[in-house]
Each structure stands twice: as C-alpha cells, then as structure tokens.
C-alpha cells in the first residue's frame, strides 16, 4: 500500500535531548511537510521541502531542523533549544506544492518529561 | 497573508440530522480552500477542495462545501451526519507561496 509512515506513533524524552522524528513515503511525491498540532491550536508548519537536498522554514521552525537526502525520506528533529516540545507531529506530503491534495501519516506523539 | 477563522470550536449534532461547519478566510485574490478531517490520534484526509470553477463542491463521505466570495466563507455541509462522522474538521486556505494555512478546528460530537 502507498502511503506515509511516521515512526515511531509515542516517543518520550528527557528534558535537554535531541530527538529524531522518522517519516518516510512511497507515494512518489516531491514535496513534504512537518506540522505541530497542539490542542486547540490546529496545524503549524515548522518546515517543507520541495525537492530533495532543499527545504524551507515554516512559521515555527526555531527549535527544529530537517534533512532531505533522499526523496521518500523526510526526518525532523526536535533540538533543547525547542522551549516547548511536547505534542503532536504530523507528516505530509504531497505530489509537487502545498496547494496539491496534502498526503497525512499517522503522527507522533512526543512527550518532553 | 492568508488567514482562516472556525469560530465553532465544538459542534453536537443528532445523529440524522443535518450539519454546517463555518469556515472564513481573509486573502485578496481567490483562494485554494480546504477540508481536512481528522479523526482523533490519526493524520488528516481531505474531504474536498476549491479552486476555481463551479462554487458548490462535492467530495467524499457525502460532504459538500460552498464557496462564496461575497462573505469570504467555505462552509461544509452533510445533509445528514452517521455516528462515523465524530472527528475533528479543519478548513485550510492557500495562496500562491504553495502553503496552505490551516484554521483551529472544529470538533464534531453526534448524540445518538
């Protein structure tokens, strides 16, 4: 089946650790996104990529970064310098821009103890 | 810049009855619109989308939306919701920077 995995689905840290967030796709898509949900916040994009070996900020990248080597893959990782970490990450993709139909996984929940 | 307002945060329908989820959007030109739903701990699944053309938009589950330029609205309707329906809805709006920005979500409950 195609789609967009996120792994692992609940991940706890210590306060002060660096941590990587997987997701991968097979849905032969250029462009992916990561999004933090909070309760009653919706979604805030923290970064995008549009084509391999280039992404972009969103609105609350400080605390985050990205890699993109490779088309299916698409990891974040949350930095000790993310103030606020604990909640809910989304992963998407879609075939070439955001405005295309945006493709969801399953999400991590990450919680910062 | 783009922006969306849901200004229901919570809505409870019976089950049958009939549903309208508000949706607003502030952007000079016309818009891409969008519904996400989400059911709880999962990813999104567009439900419909807008971009030009015919101002009344089918999509899936029985959905539909109507964009209206006089009132900057895209409200989605179902003419008769299933107990499956209880989820959180999300209306999104893009522009031409390929992002799309998403409003804060109205949570549906069904009363059996």
């Known amino acids: 089946d195609g789609g967009i995995t996120q792994s692992p689905k609940y991940l706890f840290r210590k306060e002060g650790q660096n941590v990587t967030l997987s997701c991968e796709q097979n849905?032969?898509?250029?462009?992916m996104y990561w999004y933090r949900q909070d309760p009653g916040q919706g979604l805030r994009l923290i970064y995008y990529s549009q084509i391999v070996n280039d992404f972009q900020k969103g609105d609350i990248a400080e605390g985050y970064s990205v890699s993109r080597e490779k088309k299916e893959s698409f990891p974040l990782t949350v930095t000790s310098a993310q103030k606020n970490p604990t909640a809910f990450y989304l992963c998407a993709s879609s075939q070439t821009s955001g405005l295309d139909t945006q493709y969801f996984g399953p999400g991590t929940r990450l919680t910062v103890l | 810049a783009q922006s969306v307002t849901q200004p229901d945060i919570h809505i409870t329908v019976s089950e049958g009855a009939s549903l309208e989820l508000r949706c607003n959007y502030s952007y000079g030109a016309t818009p891409y619109l969008f519904w996400y739903v989400q059911s709880p701990g999962q990813g999104l699944q567009l439900l419909l989308k807008?971009?030009?053309?015919?101002?009344l938009v089918q999509g899936i589950k029985g959905f539909e939306a109507e964009f209206k330029r006089s009132q900057s609205s895209f409200n989605l309707r179902k003419p008769s919701v299933h107990w499956s329906d209880a989820a959180e809805y999300f209306c999104a709006v893009g522009a031409g920077d390929d992002k799309i920005i998403f409003g804060k979500g109205t949570r549906l409950h069904i009363l059996p």
């Open positions: 807008y971009f030009s053309g015919d101002t």
């Open positions: 849905l032969n898509h250029d462009a």
